[in-house]
Structure formats: structure tokens, C-alpha cells
């Protein structure tokens, strides 16, 4: 990305010393990271680095054991979901977070169903608006009465990626977001990323992808065993030194090297 | 379920079968099927039965279709109260079933509210309020407070299967035992009757509401009905969705009105006999005319299975606590990330199922005008039982309230139809076991055919 990114005001999140513990693994130890306004920051590890669990963190769906988290630069309390969503965060879980036997739009506004004046739900109204968004991302979407448990697995992915962008988010957490996604399906998406930071949504995202990374994050934070390995900004850095991030811990020269970094590496650059 | 092969532009009305132009529910189709196989099969048997005791059995199957016994107004009428107290429970136990859980529980709830009821009428009304025999306050005040201990009680199930997080099977298990004997206990182990008059109301045959009130409520529910139908289609048009031909619709609406007003007409044309009609005219102080007859028409108790029915149908499918519900079913883990508080959920069943047993307890009791120890024993099975055989999945996620009711109606239906056609109650018990599984294992084949 070549646009440039003003990290000079309030950052939009700022996640500060997260810690989250499993019994004795230490899923999550002492990371910090930020993301501005318009940027699209990746988060890149090997599996079981964390990653889930930290953007869990932010999203509410985990209780943090330590760690606190700023939306524009005051303290926010997240302690679930309710909490995420009312700070304009939205995810797209990386299991997807759907209920199977429901159709598209009812998982589409599930927590947040449109309503007749006289509260009862407006499915009629849910449906319009669910073709509306999915026509955008998957044109060829017809299966609107089918519970989604009937769903390809792509077709899954586009409905709880409309539920993220349909309701505004400012911030947006996208974990594996194309892992399931065919080539046109992976095109609208890298368009729709685009297009939302074009509106200065905030965008954390997880993926194993680093050629992807690369054309979409501005910036890159790689966790390797529950700690930070370093931050670069994706266009100072090549794809080699990003696999050294990922594999050896090695924060490459020009990067913000955090706790999880190899310290002879660092002093020797 | 079949798929929409609509798309976002304006209808397109492609030619259809007729089935799927009706768009009708095939569960629900099959359901109804079973049960007109079975009141056929009793039917023809009864009829067969009334021959054979005549001497000479024609070998005509309409004659046995008309000399059976099983679909006269009278025993429909029979059928229809005696389904009512598993009926309206059953509409509950598809929410528990569908958020993956169990209640063990109803038949004991359905107990201790009725002993509390039937407390208050004989011994709190009169002896501590002085409300005199007949008292119209009485039966309101009973009604209330069965309907508040139902709720506590099952709120309570609730917050110990939600919020402290004990598996509702060991839960309702517990209460199964506790809320039977607790009721034991309120009554000192009496029997306690009659009870109030007025409460006796809600017990069938001994309130009802007459020819005229039956077809005006019929009629009500025809215009309620096909306005519902026609305010959805109006919806669906509004918003450029296909709809169903217009022939289509109609024919479902003819359907449904001959369905209403022929239920009516059958309650009204079982008549109430004539010694108990002089009584009634007597009572009043009047002298009934000569060659006077009058259908029962609808039971009260019926009706307010029809209300509850509707009522829960219309919280499942139009409400967000329903919504939630199956969310919740589908995937506990989505609806707490979509921010569902599930705890609450879980209390809030629990909660309408107590209500619901409290409902079937006014009901129960009234129907034998008396509370007794053993009333709603084994209840808390044939709920189940009602609730799987309609459809509703053990796995969770999936069920319908009227396929709880009709799964009720079914059993009752094969339970009654073998007794009258003289098959032993050990026999009958063995028939409905044997029915409740092959229910599941052909539901379990539908849904692989149908891939839902
Ligand atoms: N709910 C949980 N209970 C116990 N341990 C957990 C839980 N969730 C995650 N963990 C552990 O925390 C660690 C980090 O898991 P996490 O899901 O964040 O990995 P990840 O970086 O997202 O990996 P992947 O790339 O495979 O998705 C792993 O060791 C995992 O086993
Ligand atoms: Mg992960």
C-alpha cells in the first residue's frame, strides 16, 4: 500500500500489555499494537501464536487476564461482545461465529434484528437488505431461505463478512477472512478492504497469506509464541524478512522490534 | 426444505407443480397425514368392532367407515381436551429441546402448581380471606398464583442450568423428585376437591362455549387467518420478493377456513344431553322447552390451547427472544460472539415452560375437578415424546411449536383409539414407544433426503 497513513493523532485502537493465559500456556504475553484510521494492519504468526486470542480480546468474545484497550485514545471497557459492537467493532471470526440453522440474514442481523414498529422482527425488511449486501460481495448468491449449514463454505465466509461491513464499523477485525474464498470472491474482497479504508475504517487483519499482506496491510505485527516479534511497516520490508519475523523471531532493521524479539539479532542490526 | 431459486429483480413466475406452488411444508404434510392414517385405521376398526357385536360384519369398507366410532363429534371432542394439558407443555419443551436441553421436570411442576392452586381455593380463600363458597374472586386468585409459582419455580431451573451452569437433564432430574413430593406436602397428601366452579371451567366438558360464541370465534379466526396471509404477501410484494400465484394462496386460505369452521362445526354437533340440559335450565330457575338441544361447541380448555399455541408460535417465529432461542440452539458459541446474553435465555425458558405447566395445571386439575397426588405423573415423558415425534431435533436448533402440538394430538389420538378398539394399557404403552422411535429414525431419513 502505497497511500501514506498520518500516525501522528489518536490512534484508533490501541491495545496496551495484553496478557491472556490458558491454564499454563500463555496464549497472549504482553503484546501492544495500534492501528490509525484508513490503515489496514496485519497480524502474522505461525499457528498457535495468539492471534486469535488477541483480536478475541478486542472483540470481546475473551476476557482479557491483563491489558488495556484505547478506541481513540480513552480507556475502553470490553468485557463481551455487547461491549465490542457498541464501540463500533466488528469481526469476522475466524470459524465464522454462525448459527447453522438459520438462514443468511437472520445470522446477518443476529443480536441486532430489524424490527416492525410493534417489535417483532422484519424479515421481509432483513431479507431485502441481506440481498443487498451479499449482492455486492457474491453476485451469484440466490440461497436466501436455506439454513447456512447448506452453505458452501465461501458462501458462508461472504455472510459473516456482510455482517461485519453492513452495520458501520469503524473498526474492523477480519481473522482468515479469504481462507475459504475462490479467486473472484478473494478479488471482491481485497476491493471491498480497499474501499472501506478509502472511508478510514480501521482493519486488523490475520493471514497466513504473505504475499497478501503485503499488497493489502500497511503495516504488520508478528507474534511468534504468545509475544510480539516486531512491527514494520509492510513497504520498508521484503517478504524474506517478514518470514524471518514469522519463523526465526528475527526483528528485521527499519522494524519496531517488541518482548518477543531475538536480542543479539537486534543489537547486531 | 426446498430452495428459492428466486433472485433480487421482480418476480419471476415460472411454471410449477402444484405442491411446490403452494409452497407447503412437507413435515407438517406428513405429520398431518400420520394422523389422518391413524383416525382412519381406528375408524374402520371401531366400525368393524360395532358390526361384529350386531352379529353380522358387512364386508363393505364404507360401512365400517360409517359405523366407526373413532371420528364422531363426541370422541373428537374427547380427543381434543385430552390433549390439551401435554399439548400446552409441549409448545415449552420445544424451546428447551431446541437450546440443547431437557426438562424432566413438567409432570411434578404440573403437580405443585395444581396443589398450590387447590390450596388456595380450599383453604387460603376461605379459611384466611373468608371468600365465601363460589366466590368469583377465587378462581382468578388460584389461577395467579399457580401461574406465579410455575414461573418461580421454573425461573429457577433456569438460573441453575444457565447461570450455574449444571446440566439441565441433572437439574429437572432433581426437580422431577422434589416439585412431585413438594406437592405431596402441600396437601398433606390429600386428595383435595371439588374444587371451585368457575376453575372447573377450564377442564372441558364443564365449559364450553356454546354454538353461537364457537362459530364467532371460528369466524374470527377464518378473517385473522387470511388477513395474516394476505398482510405477508403484501410484505413480500412490497419489497419485490416472488410470491406464490394468486390461486395458489387462495386455495390455502380455502384450505385453513374449511379446516376452522369444520373443527367448529364438529364440537357444535356433539350435543349436550338432555338430563344435563334440564339440569342447567333447572339451575337457573327456568323450564327448559320442549325438544330443546344444543352442541357443547368449543372447549374453553381448547381455546386456550388455540391462544397458547398462537401465542408461542408467534414468540418463536416473529419475536427476537425467538429468534434468539434458535440461534442459541444452532450455535451457543455464535450467539454469545453475535451478543446474545445465553444465561438470561436460559432463564427466560425455563421461565415459559414453567408458566406453560402452570397453564396445563389449571387445566389437568380442573378436567378432574379435584387436585389429586399422581396428577401429571409421567407427564414429563409423554411431553417429550410429543415434542420429538413433532419434529423438534435432540441436537438442537430445530422444531416447530405446531409440530409439538400435533405430535401431542398423535399420541393421544393412537392412546385413545386403542383403548376403544380394546387394546390392553400395557399393549398400548409398547405401540407408543415403538412409535416414538420410528417417528425420529423417519425424520431422520427425511432430513438426509432433504438435506435440511
Ligand atoms: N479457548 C481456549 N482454551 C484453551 N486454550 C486456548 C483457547 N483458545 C486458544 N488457546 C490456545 O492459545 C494459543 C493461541 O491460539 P490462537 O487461536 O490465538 O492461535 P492463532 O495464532 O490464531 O493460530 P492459527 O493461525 O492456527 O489460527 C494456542 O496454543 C491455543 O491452543
Ligand atoms: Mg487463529
Redesign the interface.
Known sequence: MSDKIERTGKPLIEMCNMQKAFGGIRAVDGVSIDLYPGEVVGVLGHNGAGKSVLMKML?G?IQRDAGEIYVNGELAEIN???DA?SYQIE?I?QY???????DAS??LF????L?TPL???ND??M??ET?KIM?RLTPNF??????VA?LSGGQRQSVAISRAVYFNAKILIMDEPTAALGVQETKMVVDLVDELKKQGIGILLIDHDIHQVKTLCDRANVMKNGKLVGTVVVDEVTEDDMLGMIIAGKCPPGGIPGPGAINSDNAAA | MTDETNNTGPTIVKPKGLFAALEIDTRLMGMIGAFIVIALVFQIWTGINAQGLTGDIAWNPFSWLIDGRFLTPRNIFNLTIQTVSVAIMATGMVFVIVTRHIDLSVGSLLATCSAMMAVVQTVVAPNWLGLGLENPMIAPLAIVVGLITGAAIGAFHGYLIGYLTIPAFIVTLGGLFVWRNVAWHLTGGQTIGPLDANFQLFGGINGTLGVTWSWIFGLLAVAVAVYGLFSARRQRLSHEFSVKPVWAEATIAAVISVVILGFVAVLNSYEVPTRRLARLFEDRGEIMPEGFTTGYGLPISVLLLIVVVVGMTVLATRTRLGRYIYATGGNPEAAQLAGIRTRLLTVKIFLIVGLLCAISAVVASARQTFHSNDIGTLDELRVIAAAVIGGTALAGGVGTIYGAVLGALIMQSLQSGMAMVGVDAPYQNIVVGVVLVLAVWIDIVYRKRTGS
Open positions: 472483540s468474545a463481551n461482545p455487547r459492537r469481526t471470526y465464522l461465529a454462525l448459527a447453522d440453522n438459520l437472520s445470522n443476529l443480536g441486532r434484528e424490527t417489535g417483532f422482527v421481509a425488511l431479507e431485502a440481498r449482492g440466490r440461497r436466501f431461505h436455506t439454513p447448506g
